[in-house]
């Protein structure tokens, strides 16, 4: 069982690639730099703009020397012979159905249909009911309720973001101690819930200043309380870009052995780098995480190895896609897979999935479903910070599609 | 790029900070329960009479401090003090480099008592703790942006002139007048950011400052002076006379010393400083005896503003909503830079009612109480003048017909001059309620068909401060760009919070418009004059002696 080797492992994630337009989509946003910010701009504005098809031409004009000559000529071309309202439905459909089966589940009936299809092949799935921050009350009541309606008809996994369940405009950073205690309130809330359905729960990994620490603390502290300690199918994600997230790691097992019963751990490598970047600079704070992906890479093997070395105490997930981390996970390993499994996105992780899946490892799939009466603008943070990641140079996808 | 200063960093919250912070707050509230606030001339803190109370906005029952107004003759005698002084001459030798080192040091020691400026606003203006963090960062910023653009015009100056062979030249860059005294009136909604700014800029210049904050904001006025005499700025060169701008103010921005003037406030005081300005230069300036002859000048003046943000349909939903809250709602409105009036574009898409909606909603969301609570968005507008011309705005409005959306003041508030936000829609735009600056925590919302409708409306004041868009169509942004008429314009922000260095300040029309942006790199030559030119030949005998 311990023979996989990078190399081996990145043949067979290779061979299994799924050929898909979305994957030449993205593709291309990594080819061109110039053209990233451009398309991520579109994805952010298609469902919102009146004409798509107008906003693309404006602001690839500017560009136009910069963009490779095929591709120039293809623009010209649309934006000469294709009447606009064509190339709007175009644009709108290719977001739509090109990119969202890609990234997320659109709605219940896809959800079952994947489920299933997963569940034959040997995968798990863990279910994110998308959304970001909410802004108010009845906003953070939605989420509560759909998260509710989520335990209810899928039952399984199922991912909190503990950020949409408080309305944002009265959350103050500087209001510590209350946040504090809301924030504890509204886990139990969702933690009884749990109880009540029976389905686990993790907490997701959120911006580093606002909630990070927040969350960590009101994780801790909840899992801690005599009604909830022998739940052990409670979770939180661990972001190892995070140069305080070995310290977290370990505070983490700490609370598992005080408690007596195993705690959930999904490690991931974290998705808002560029946010992080862009708050600390605007507010003059040293830059939280690590600068360079490589030492990201090796804290997250680091991590990876502390926690299998206690297994009793912590259920992990390694959430990752890159062949290097997952090699050097299952040498940790060493063929035992008790209380562990490897995690991968929807869509981005199919051919990290299936290789796993025909090895026979334990891996489950991150599934971000738009919400019951939600909308695709749901999605949209989700989505951009997905594309971002996945057209950054060194993105390790990339060498798998 | 390296940028010529660093901005201050905020306070990174937490539980710990929280902490600290709530004891500082306490501490401070004692030190200043037996505190008298007396004027600051040449060293002597007397020389006051009348006291007045500093009232703590959030509870009008409790007394700060005692403050004691700067007399007449008192001010007098800080003048007379300045022509005599051995040492306001030395200061104005220095080079700008040797005094720039006291702004640096006078930096380092607001961010040394961080927390007590932070206490100081909370009490004494009911500013939120994390706008006063942020206001404390600024002034940080603002003395070492101005201490290294003095640097840097040295620098200027001694690599520009050019020194052919037998010609030796210099320009010496500094105050033009003869007894250098510059007056800074300064309001209370900056306390401290806008008070350190231009007599931080005036002192670097080798001007003598005679300081006088706003009555409401004369304690954080007096901590600030006691930071520039700690920081090793001559007593004689600063000084510091709280009192009232009706007569303290008006006698000192025509006393014919009194030679650079910079004011913050309303544009009404800014007109009669103008014309107070005007009749010295016209009418006092030819009695003077011949050497004294030197003309008054407004060096920097920022007064109001009636600003406007446009939202369409284009905007992403969220961020919009969090712009116009935090551009309307943050300190009660009670910024120059404040949103008065929001305009919706709507093409018959029903955008408008969407938008309003979640508005409505999102202003329940508000909590209004005293800053001692750090979950309230804003706390008490500053005094009951105040308290009583918002609420009369807010009554007129509703006579005119007006539809008016309150949100929640809960009953443990307190006693303070707390007003819930409240959205005035269905005046028209010239209507004079709301073409009036409002300074306070209302918005009027409007509603156009066209962009072009929208900018056309926005431009259709006597204001010109700041302004912004929200939306992801570039056309639009780009003709919103080229069009409104604002000195700081923002796209999908805030349109307040401007960052030293990083947005420099200042509006046009009304709004101000004399000498350069606040916290820009040009600013300091609102003060700073190249004094003299000076080019001496330096051949003898027809020979360059110096020639290398």
């Not at chain 1, 994957?23 to 398309?39: H, I, K, N, Q, T």
């Not at chain 2, 005599?84 to 380092?108: F, G, M, N, P």
């Not at chain 2, 009027?444 to 066209?450: D, E, H, M, P, S």
Request: charged share 25%.
């Amino acid at each position: 069982m311990n023979t996989f080797t990078v190399d081996t492992l990145s043949k067979a994630i290779r061979k299994s690639r799924p050929m898909t337009l979305t994957a030449l989509f993205l593709r291309m946003g990594s080819l061109y730099p110039v053209l990233r910010p451009e398309f991520l701009k579109l994805v952010d504005a298609a469902s919102s703009v009146a004409s798509p098809s107008e906003y693309l031409y404006q602001s690839l004009r500017p560009l136009a020397d910069k963009i490779p000559p095929h591709l120039r000529a293809v623009f010209w071309a649309g934006e000469k012979f294709v009447p606009n309202r064509l190339s709007d439905a175009l644009i709108r459909s290719a977001i739509d159905n090109l990119l969202t089966p890609y990234f997320l589940l659109k709605d219940e009936k896809s959800f079952w249909k994947t489920k299933k299809r997963f569940e034959r092949e040997g995968a798990g799935i863990i279910l994110d009911v998308v959304g970001e921050e909410a802004l108010f009350t009845s906003e953070a009541e939605n989420y509560l309720a759909s998260y509710e309606y989520a335990m209810k008809t899928f039952g399984g996994k199922v991912a909190v973001k503990l950020s949409s369940l408080v309305p944002s405009i009265s959350f103050n950073p500087s209001n510590c101690k209350e946040n504090k205690r809301i924030l504890k309130e509204k886990f139990a809330e969702i933690l009884l819930l749990a109880q009540k359905y029976n389905v686990s729960i993790t907490l997701d990994a959120e911006e580093y200043f606002k909630w990070c620490l927040l969350i960590e603390d009101v994780f801790c502290e909840t899992v801690l309380e005599d009604r909830f300690r022998k739940m052990s199918n409670v979770g939180v994600a661990l972001q190892a870009y995070r140069k305080d997230s070995f310290a977290s790691a370990k505070r983490l097992l700490a609370v598992a052995k005080t408690r007596r019963y195993p705690l959930t751990v999904r490690v991931v490598k974290g998705a808002y780098w560029d946010t992080e970047f862009a708050i600390a600079e605007q507010n003059g704070w040293e830059y939280p995480l690590f600068e360079r992906k490589e030492e990201t890479d090796a804290n997250f093997d680091r991590i990876i190895s502390f926690f299998l070395q206690n297994r009793e105490h912590i259920y992990l997930a390694a959430a990752t896609q890159n062949p290097k981390n997952i090699a050097h996970a299952l040498k940790e390993v060493d063929g035992d897979f008790t209380n562990f499994e490897f995690q991968v996105l929807f869509g981005l992780g199919e051919a990290v999935r299936r290789t796993l899946c025909r090895l026979k490892i334990p891996v489950s799939v991150y599934c971000p479903l738009v919400r019951q009466g939600g909308s695709i603008l749901d999605a949209l943070a989700y989505l951009v910070r997905r594309i971002l990641e996945n057209t950054a140079g060194n993105s390790c996808l990339l060498e798998n599609l | 790029m390296k940028t010529i200063c660093k901005n201050a960093a905020d306070t990174k919250w937490n539980g710990a900070e929280e902490k600290k912070l709530k004891k500082e707050i306490q501490s401070t509230r004692a030190l200043l329960r037996h505190f008298d606030i007396w004027p600051s001339i040449g060293g002597v803190e007397a020389l006051g009479s009348k006291s007045i109370n500093s009232a703590n906005p959030s509870d009008t029952k409790e007394v700060l401090a005692e403050v004691f107004c700067t007399e007449i003759w008192a001010a007098e005698r800080a003048v007379t003090l300045i022509k005599k002084s051995a040492c306001v001459q030395e200061w104005k030798r220095k080079s700008l480099t040797e005094r720039s080192r006291y702004l640096d040091r006078a930096a380092d020691l607001i961010e040394s008592k961080r927390r007590f400026f932070i206490s100081l606003m909370i009490l004494e203006v009911g500013k939120h703790p994390e706008d006063a963090d942020k206001e404390i960062s600024e002034a940080i910023d603002l003395l070492r942006a101005y201490a290294a653009e003095a640097r840097m015009f040295e620098e200027l100056a001694e690599k520009s002139i050019v020194s052919p062979a037998g010609e030796k030249n210099t320009t010496v860059l500094g105050p033009a007048e003869e007894s250098a005294i510059c007056l800074s009136i300064q309001p209370w909604n900056f306390p401290l950011a806008i008070s350190a700014g231009p007599m931080g800029a005036a002192l670097l210049s080798g001007y003598s400052v005679l300081y006088k904050p706003a009555e409401e904001s004369s304690i954080i006025g007096y901590f600030l002076a006691d930071i520039m005499y700690e920081a090793g700025i001559p007593r004689e060169v600063l000084h510091f006379l709280p009192g009232k701008g009706e007569t303290l103010g008006a006698y000192l921005v025509a006393h014919k010393d009194v030679k650079v003037i910079c004011f913050t406030g309303s544009s009404l005081v800014g007109r009669k400083i103008e014309l107070a300005v005007a009749e010295f230069n016209l009418d006092i300036l030819p009695t003077l005896s011949r050497k004294d002859r030197y003309r008054k000048r407004i060096a920097s003046m920022e007064t109001g503003g009636n600003n406007v943000l446009i939202v369409d349909r284009s905007a992403e939903r969220t961020e919009a909503i969090r712009a116009v809250l935090r551009s309307a709602f943050s300190f009660a409105g009670q910024k120059c830079s404040a949103l008065q009036r929001l305009v919706i574009v709507d093409d018959k898409n029903g955008f408008y009612e969407s938008f309003t909606g979640d508005l409505k909603e999102a202003i329940q969301e508000i909590r209004v109480g005293s800053p001692e609570d750090f979950g309230t968005f804003y706390g008490p507008v500053i005094n009951r003048a105040a308290y009583v011309r918002i609420i009369s705005v807010r009554e007129k409005a509703w006579e005119y017909g007006a539809q008016i959306t309150e949100g929640v003041l809960k009953n443990d508030a307190g006693d303070g001059y707390f007003i819930a936000p409240f959205l005035i829609e269905g005046l028209p735009n010239d209507h004079e309620l709301v073409q009036e600056e409002l300074f306070g925590p209302g918005l009027f919302i409007l509603r156009a068909k066209t962009i072009e409708e929208a900018v056309e409306m926005a431009n259709d004041t006597e204001y010109g401060l700041t302004g912004g868009i929200c939306s992801r169509n570039e056309t639009c942004m780009e003709y919103v760009r080229e069009n409104l008429v604002v000195g700081n314009y923002y796209e999908n922000k805030p349109i307040v919070g401007a960052r030293v260095l990083n947005q420099p300040f200042g509006g046009v029309k009304e709004s101000g418009g004399f000498g350069f942006k606040a916290g820009g790199v040009l600013y300091l030559l609102n003060f700073l004059r190249e004094v003299k030119a000076f080019s001496r030949n330096t051949m003898r005998q027809g020979i360059p002696l110096d020639s290398k």
